[in-house]
């Protein structure tokens, strides 16, 4: 009878944490991690990380579906082998205050959601019409001035609704976001940007550091929003759009609905043709870069496919986080 009981008792306790998994990550059920990808770095940038690395803090707080422990795991790893610190912004520095933010190098914002867009049943459950930010207007202030005297910010924000939660913070360094789905022309196919056809710019970012072969002539993204820049912007474009990208905006994604990719594309849409996946920016002292797609950076399994760094094409997107991170913190 004891062990009946405890048997009970340890059923109970692990449908609990199962529970508790499900609620904190109800995306799972659609995509996860791929556990079997491990990222690798010849050479470390930052060999020696006893404190003389640049510091990253990749943003939990503000009900991100990209987290360190999470989808972002394999990014945060990648930074990891390089030698960056890395931590988590849960606790110390979830509230973007100037006295938080003067302790970071490199904060990592990826796919942020306003309270009322973050799923309470099923992960999409509340992808829908309106989303607005999930930041509150004085976290913005304080980034744009965080930024100017000397921080560095790299912002992701992939599809609808996740553009539509970082429109306010994207718009204040001079980048106008849409809040769709961006397809190419073969719209199961990732969409390759390419050194050789224009579409992937040169930049300091895109040609690393000479000495050590780390240029880039082509990147994966996939899905995500396509943005424009502010008229006198002082963007750099990184990432191009070519000829028959489309940007849709349904209402709701309605990812539950067998039809779902038919009622994505009955959505009204424009040409991206020429809109930016990625752009890079100085202000004051400090730089940004804003990627509208947060899956290149990641490694993950929707089945039976693999998203992110660990996609068969995708053989440079992870020395292009590299880059990155080498412009934002200075390396480059």
């Not at 529970?19 to 690798?40: N, V």
């Not at 010849?42 to 003389?52: I, L, Q, S, T, V």
């Not at 309605?254 to 043709?273: A, F, G």
Request: hydrophobic letters at 40%.
């Amino acid at each position: 009878m004891k062990f009946n009981h405890l048997l009970l008792t340890i059923i109970i306790l692990g449908l609990f944490v199962s529970s508790r998994g499900l609620a904190e990550d109800l995306c799972d059920r659609l995509q996860y991690p791929d556990k079997s990808f491990i990222p690798q770095v010849e050479e470390p940038a930052f060999p020696d990380a006893e404190g003389n690395a640049p510091f990253v803090v990749i943003d939990e707080a503000h009900h991100n579906l990209h987290t360190m422990g999470g989808r972002f795991k394999p990014f945060a790893d990648l930074l990891k082998k390089d030698g960056y610190i890395v931590e988590s912004s849960k606790g110390k520095y979830s509230a973007f205050t100037k006295a938080e933010l003067k302790q970071i190098d490199v904060l990592v914002i990826a796919n942020a959601l306003n309270p009322m867009n973050f799923g309470k049943t099923s992960c999409t459950d509340q992808w829908k019409l309106p989303t607005p930010s999930a930041f509150e207007k004085q976290e913005i202030t304080s980034l744009v001035e965080w930024v100017k005297e000397g921080g560095s910010l790299l912002l992701l924000a992939d599809h609808m609704p996740f553009p539509g939660a970082a429109e306010e913070l994207a718009a204040a360094f001079g980048v106008l976001m849409s809040n769709g789905y961006t397809y190419p022309v073969d719209i199961y196919k990732p969409i390759e940007f390419k050194a050789a056809d224009g579409s992937l710019r040169s930049h300091p970012i895109t040609r690393g550091r000479a000495e050590k072969g780390e240029a880039v002539d082509s990147v994966l993204t996939f899905t995500g929003q396509a943005f424009r820049a502010k008229p006198l912007a002082n963007v750099q474009p990184l990432m191009v759009l070519g000829e028959g990208v489309r940007t849709y905006f349904p209402l709701d994604l309605k990812t539950d609905s067998t039809d779902h990719m038919q009622n994505l594309m009955s959505s009204p849409y424009i040409s991206s043709e020429g809109m930016m996946q990625g752009a890079a920016l100085e202000l004051g002292e400090g730089k940004v870069v804003i990627l509208g797609e947060a899956g290149m950076f990641t490694a993950e399994i929707i089945e039976p496919d693999r998203k992110g760094m660990n996609h068969p094409g995708a053989a440079h997107n992870a020395q292009f986080a590299l880059n990155v991170m080498h412009w934002l913190s200075g390396l480059l």
